[in-house]
């Protein structure tokens, strides 16, 4: 593997590090900054998770579509530079109002995701994509892994150690592109820089003419939606249901999330070459029906282990997905489209856990009708229903 794509792969794992980092030590960082009680805390954690979806859905398109007009080789250095910056400031954050401005920074410079994927797409060959974007997943995927292990494990040397490690870590890997990272769009492809497609609405518009694109972000949408069921109640639904300490959820979601690297970085190479993009994306998602529809009714905790590996297969859906649309445009379109795709997974993100959290308690809280802690896997199930007709329904050349 070339150092030019070790570096976009670490990119994009230190975004997803970025987001987990943070959890394990959170509660312990506000009430020493803030004070008050746990409850307190949560509603402030809940704010700037909030914030920095909101941020990532806002800038991804801005973010993917200057990388269209003045390169991705600038666009990625800039923003890991400030990204190890504001590690160091949340670091050194003695109030909650700049933790939050650093939660705010921090989604802008995870919005360079689209700018990554991009990359990628400039460099593979249509037939090479859809493998090449499941490597970007599985490396996505490491970093949640990898995000929550550091915070807790650094957090027990004080809560602002997670952050100097990944100050570290991405000063690192600035150094690492400034001189392995060749740019990837030339003067035939650089587009001019236009506010109007800049912004996600206007992104979208832009998008959604290539025709066959509107759909596909729909059901890529509906997919996101559906399949953030697993962080946005995960760990509520097995204490709930099976009585697992937090150490049991922990492993739980390791295991998911090691599974999905496997299946994104190895697994998908095999299901392109055996079955094409289109069958892919549809056998993948029937592997999620079989798990939500056997998660919302177990009642055993070894039987939600042994499901992992099943759902986990899912995980072909979004890099096939990508690559079906990243074929379908220009190739300078290429960092406008990743970065609406970014927004769309952004948008998801802000979205599923109100939504599942909302389904959630309605279904165990006390006196309720129907006590059933599974019913956000029947609303998923449902979500990614529609979205797969809206694709089968898709008029676009997919193989």
Known sequence: MRLPTIFI???????AVGIGLIMPIMPDLIR???GGTLADAALWGGVMSTVFAVMQFLFSPVIGNLSDSVGRRPILLVSLFVMALDY???ALAGSMWLLLVGRIVGGITAATHGTASAYIADISKPEDKAANFGMLGAAFGMGFVLGPLIGGVLGEFGTRAPFYAAAILASLNFVLGYFVMRETVTDKTRRTFHWTRAN????????????GIAPLLWAYFLYSVAIYVYPAI???FTQERFGWSPQMIGLSLGIFGFLMAVVQGGVLRYAIRWFGERRTIIYGQL???????????ISSGTLALLLIPITAIGAVVPPALQAIMSKAVADDQQGELQGVMTAVHALSMIVSPLMMASVFSFFTREGTAIYLPGAPFLLSLVLMSIGLVIFMRARIAVT
Do not use: C, H, K, N
Not at 9 to 15: N, P, S
Not at 200 to 211: D, H, K, T, Y
Not at 288 to 297: H, K, R, S, Y
């Open 9 to 15: 792969l670490i990119t994009v794992m230190l975004d």
């Open 32 to 34: 020493e900054v803030q």
């Open 88 to 90: 160091l400031v949340m």
């Open 200 to 211: 996600p609405f206007g992104a979208f518009r832009s998008i959604a003419r290539v025709p």
């Open 234 to 236: 995960w760990s509520y």
């Open 287 to 297: 592997f999620d029906f079989v798990g939500f529809g056997l998660l919302a009714f």
